[in-house]
Every structure is written in C-alpha cells, then in structure tokens.
C-alpha cells in the first residue's frame, strides 16, 4: 500500500512521463498549459491512474489533453504518523477525516475548477454534470475512506458533494475515476468521434438503442432486418422507437421529462400561439427593439406562414434561432461564408418546428454541441433585412438565445458553414460583427 509517510505526489500526463525506474513517479506540481487539470487527493495514489491510463483517456493523458495529480493525504496528516482521522463527534463506528489536514491537502492541491467530495450523500452523477464540468479549466476531487470527511470542510470551501449511486463502496477512488472518466472523454479531441458523444445515452435525455454486430445470425438470434436494410430513415425511426421504449420501460423519471420537452407544439395554431409568446416575453432593451418586437407581433398574428420555405427568400419575412454559446462577456461568432460577417451560430426555423428545437438542432449541426441553455427562452429580438443579391434579400426575424459556453474551447464547428470561429469580448467586436451585437451587449449590460 501507499500510505506510508512522505509519499510523492503521482503525476500523470504528458509531462508525467519521464525515464526512470518507475516512469509515473516523481513527478510532482507538473501542469501542462492548457490541459484539463485533475488533481485527486487519495489516501491511495497508486490507484490513479488506474483504467483511466488506458485506451482513450490514457491517450488523451499522453498527449497533454488534460493531466492528472494524485496528491497522497497521508502527506498532510498530524503528527509522526501521520493521521488523518479521528474518532466522531458523539462516538458512533468508525474514523473521519480530520478538517486540519484536509485544509493542508487542498492548499497544496491548489487546481483550478470546483472541488468535489465523492459520497454516497452527494447529488447523483449524470451526464449533464460530467458536461458542465468538461467545459471547465479542471477539478479537485476528494476521495473518502472510513466514514467520511468532517462537514465543517465541505461548508467552508463549498465543496460540492457527488454521489455516483445508491450504494455504498470502501472508499472514493473508484467512483473519482468514473467521474474523471465521464468527464474527461466529453473534452475536444479525446473521443475518436464527436458524434458518438452526441449520440450515446442521456445526451437527449433518453437511453441509448440497442447495439448489433456481426455475425449476423448467433445461437439462432438475429439482426434486426432494418438494421441490414440500408434505409437509413427506417433504421433512425427503429432506433428512436428502441430508445423511446427502453427509457419509458427503464426510467420513467427521463422519460417523463423527455415527453415534457417533445410535447412543444409542433404545428399550426398552437405552434404560432407559442411562437407569440416567445416573442411577447421578450422585455424589450431599447426602442428599436421595442418597434421590432412589436412589427414582429404583427406579423405572427397576420397569419402568413413564418418559417422559410424557399431558399433564399420565400416567404419574404423568415424565423431565426440563434444559439450563442457566451462566457461571461465573450461571445462565440462564427466568420459566414455567406453573409461575409461574423455571426452568433443558428438559423432559419424550418415549417413545423418549435424556435428552442432549431436552437437546439443548430447547436448540434453548427457547433457539433449540446445545447446548454442559460435560459429556454430567447432574451432579444432581431428585424433585419439581408444583404446580398436583391432576388435573395429577405428579413430576419432573429430570436436570441444564449447558451452556457466555455471561452478556452472553440467547438469543432461546420467549416462549410463558417471559414473560422473565434471569441469576442463583447466590448471588443470586429467591424464586421452582426450589426446588432453592440445593441445586445448593451441590453446585457456588458
Ligand atoms: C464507506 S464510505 C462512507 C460512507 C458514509 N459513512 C455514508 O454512509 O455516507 C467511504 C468513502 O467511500 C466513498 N464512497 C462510497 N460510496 C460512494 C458512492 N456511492 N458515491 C461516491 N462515493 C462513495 C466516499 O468517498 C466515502 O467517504
């Protein structure tokens, strides 16, 4: 075991790795510039790196894409041997870690990004945590043992407190693993494929279809035949049927929720009538808004179909979903090849379909992302009249929605769509930025 007295602290990663007897040690307060930072204060460093050395995350960890220090508590303990526990306030089995020497560990762990004590009393993992935390500079994660660690250092620092289930293991090594896990292969360039991100379990907030391989035949079981069909409308609608109905059979609690979201009205009058409420809500910001939101009002209650039809200009008045992704004050825009000016990401509302689904569905054609709403619902208002040829020249009727981005990452964007894509500070646009920028900089006070 290493838990012995003065243990060295096991770094990881592209600057881990240096020649000597024992290639992973020695290799203390190694960060690499940019990577994802991962420190683990464990009574067991050895357990780290562990599964996550291999396969894709120990790729990822060799090439500098994110890095890993597993701090021994045992450094930081009391006394000549050392401690870190001690009996419980108001007796009771067992040891707790003592607040003193986790304070010590924390100081020298020092990383960037929240602090998370893994305990069966904490929320439950899930997908969207491990996605949130994905967009962050990195962690701390505490790794328990006997029972637990003191309250008083969890309230102070405002750790937060992370179960990965409903049970109870020996300590947090493993469940700190599958968290670093989960999170770590959501960062650019680990997976293989963006796409198998996007589409595996949760990331819709449904479970995953099943999954086939050949032989085709086994011990008498078949392939499904769509799956052979090469019909590839047959096998996404019997791969969404498979996914609804495991989830409806599995967990009730996703599938309550997916239906609430899939209820959205999707056509004719209760489609307009929550079109108008998404434009009505809008508080305007300054009076050209306030005149826009109104001609937009107008408009929708006129009757005329709302979403564009025709490439590019019919009807002459069209719905748009923008979906920007901000940190902060800075503002993710996208240099269109189109348009020869650097725009928020989105687009045109197609016939029947609610303007939070085209965000959303832009977000995943555009960005290649998740959706991670700050709000679902747009906070400002567009009418704009295009530029170019004047047989394409139609309004824009833009619906601003802002989504929770991560300015040190710039996603794997649709280069057909876009030529480059960078972060502004919104005091700080280019000349060429959407017209309007300025105008929803000062709406949002930046
Ligand atoms: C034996 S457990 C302590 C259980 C604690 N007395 C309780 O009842 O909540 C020891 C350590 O294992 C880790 N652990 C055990 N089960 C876990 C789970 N389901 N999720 C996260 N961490 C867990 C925690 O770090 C915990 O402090």
Same mark, same amino acid.
């Given at each position: 075991?290493?838990?012995?007295?003065?243990?060295? $602290?096991? $770094?990881?990663?592209? !600057?881990?790795?240096?020649?000597?007897?024992?290639?992973?040690?020695?290799?203390?307060?190694?960060?690499?510039?940019?990577?994802?930072?991962?420190?683990?204060?464990?009574?067991?460093?050895?357990?780290?790196?562990?599964?996550?050395?291999?396969?894709?995350? @120990?790729?990822?960890?060799?090439?500098?894409?994110?890095? %890993?220090?597993?701090?021994?508590?045992?450094?930081?303990?009391?006394?000549?041997?050392?401690?870190?526990?001690?009996?419980?306030? #108001?007796?009771?089995? @067992?040891?707790?870690?003592?607040?003193?020497?986790?304070?010590?560990?924390?100081?020298?762990?020092?990383?960037?990004?929240?602090?998370?004590?893994?305990?069966?009393?904490?929320?439950?993992?899930?997908?969207?945590?491990?996605?949130?935390?994905?967009?962050?500079?990195?962690?701390?994660?505490?790794? @328990?043992?006997?029972?637990?660690?003191?309250?008083?250092?969890?309230?102070?620092?405002?750790? +937060?407190?992370?179960?990965?289930?409903?049970?109870?293991?020996?300590?947090? +090594?493993?469940?700190?693993?599958?968290?670093?896990?989960?999170?770590?292969?959501?960062?650019?360039?680990?997976?293989?494929?963006?796409?198998?991100?996007?589409?595996?379990?949760? $990331?819709?907030?449904?479970?995953? *279809? /099943?999954?086939?391989?050949?032989?085709?035949?086994?011990?008498?079981?078949?392939? /499904?035949?769509? %799956?052979?069909?090469?019909?590839?409308?047959?096998?996404?609608?019997?791969?969404?049927?498979?996914? *609804?109905?495991?989830?409806?059979?599995?967990?009730?609690?996703?599938? +309550?929720?997916?239906?609430?979201?899939?209820?959205?009205?999707?056509?004719?009058?209760?489609?307009?009538?929550?079109?108008?409420?998404?434009?009505?809500?809008?508080?305007?910001?300054?009076?050209?808004?306030?005149?826009?939101?109104?001609?937009? !009002?107008?408009?929708?209650?006129?009757?005329?179909?709302?979403?564009?039809?025709?490439?590019?200009?019919?009807? #002459?008045?069209? %719905?748009?979903?923008?979906?920007? /992704?901000?940190?902060?004050?800075?503002?993710?825009?996208?240099?269109?090849?189109?348009? #020869?000016?650097?725009?928020?990401?989105? @687009?045109?509302?197609? /016939?029947?379909?609610?303007?939070?689904?085209?965000?959303?569905?832009?977000?995943?054609?555009?960005?290649?992302?998740?959706?991670?709403?700050?709000?679902?619902?747009?906070?400002? %208002?567009?009418?704009?009249?295009?530029?170019?040829?004047?047989?394409?020249?139609?309004?824009?009727?833009?619906?601003?929605?802002? !989504?929770?981005?991560?300015?040190?990452?710039?996603?794997?964007?649709?280069?057909?769509?876009? $030529?480059?894509?960078?972060?502004?500070?919104?005091?700080?646009?280019?000349?060429?930025?959407?017209?309007?920028? #300025?105008?929803?900089?000062?709406?949002?006070?930046?």
């Amino acid at each position: 075991m290493s838990d012995e007295p003065g243990e060295k $602290s096991r $770094s990881h990663g592209r !600057l881990g790795v240096r020649l000597s007897v024992k290639p992973r040690d020695l290799m203390a307060d190694a960060t690499i510039k940019g990577a994802f930072a991962v420190k683990v204060i464990t009574l067991f460093p050895d357990a780290f790196p562990g599964t996550l050395g291999l396969s894709l995350t @120990g790729k990822a960890l060799d090439l500098g894409l994110w890095s %890993l220090d597993a701090l021994p508590l045992r450094n930081f303990g009391e006394g000549k041997h050392r401690n870190v526990d001690d009996t419980p306030a #108001g007796g009771g089995a @067992g040891m707790v870690i003592r607040p003193d020497v986790m304070e010590r560990a924390l100081a020298a762990a020092a990383g960037p990004g929240p602090v998370i004590f893994l305990t069966p009393r904490g929320k439950p993992f899930t997908q969207a945590m491990a996605r949130r935390l994905s967009q962050g500079e990195g962690m701390t994660l505490i790794c @328990g043992r006997f029972e637990g660690l003191d309250q008083r250092v969890i309230d102070h620092y405002g750790i +937060e407190e992370v179960s990965m289930g409903d049970f109870v293991l020996t300590g947090g +090594e493993i469940p700190a693993q599958a968290l670093i896990d989960a999170t770590v292969r959501l960062l650019p360039r680990v997976l293989g494929n963006a796409d198998s991100a996007i589409e595996e379990s949760f $990331s819709d907030g449904l479970l995953e *279809h /099943p999954q086939y391989t050949r032989p085709a035949v086994w011990q008498g079981r078949e392939v /499904p035949a769509v %799956l052979s069909s090469g019909n590839h409308v047959a096998i996404a609608k019997w791969r969404a049927e498979q996914s *609804h109905a495991v989830t409806a059979e599995r967990r009730p609690d996703l599938w +309550e929720a997916w239906q609430a979201r899939a209820t959205r009205p999707q056509k004719g009058p209760a489609l307009r009538r929550a079109v108008r409420g998404l434009v009505a809500a809008i508080v305007p910001g300054d009076a050209v808004e306030a005149a826009d939101q109104a001609r937009a !009002l107008a408009w929708i209650d006129s009757g005329v179909e709302l979403a564009r039809v025709r490439k590019p200009a019919t009807p #002459g008045v069209q %719905l748009v979903s923008y979906c920007l /992704p901000m940190d902060g004050s800075r503002v993710l825009l996208g240099a269109h090849r189109g348009a #020869g000016l650097w725009l928020p990401p989105g @687009g045109h509302v197609e /016939p029947a379909e609610h303007p939070t689904d085209t965000a959303r569905r832009e977000c995943r054609e555009e960005l290649r992302l998740l959706a991670d709403f700050a709000t679902e619902a747009p906070v400002f %208002l567009t009418w704009t009249l295009t530029q170019g040829a004047p047989e394409t020249r139609h309004v824009d009727v833009s619906l601003w929605y802002v !989504l929770r981005g991560n300015a040190r990452q710039v996603p794997d964007y649709d280069a057909t769509e876009f $030529s480059d894509m960078r972060w502004f500070d919104l005091a700080e646009l280019p000349p060429e930025a959407e017209p309007n920028l #300025g105008r929803f900089a000062a709406k949002l006070g930046r």
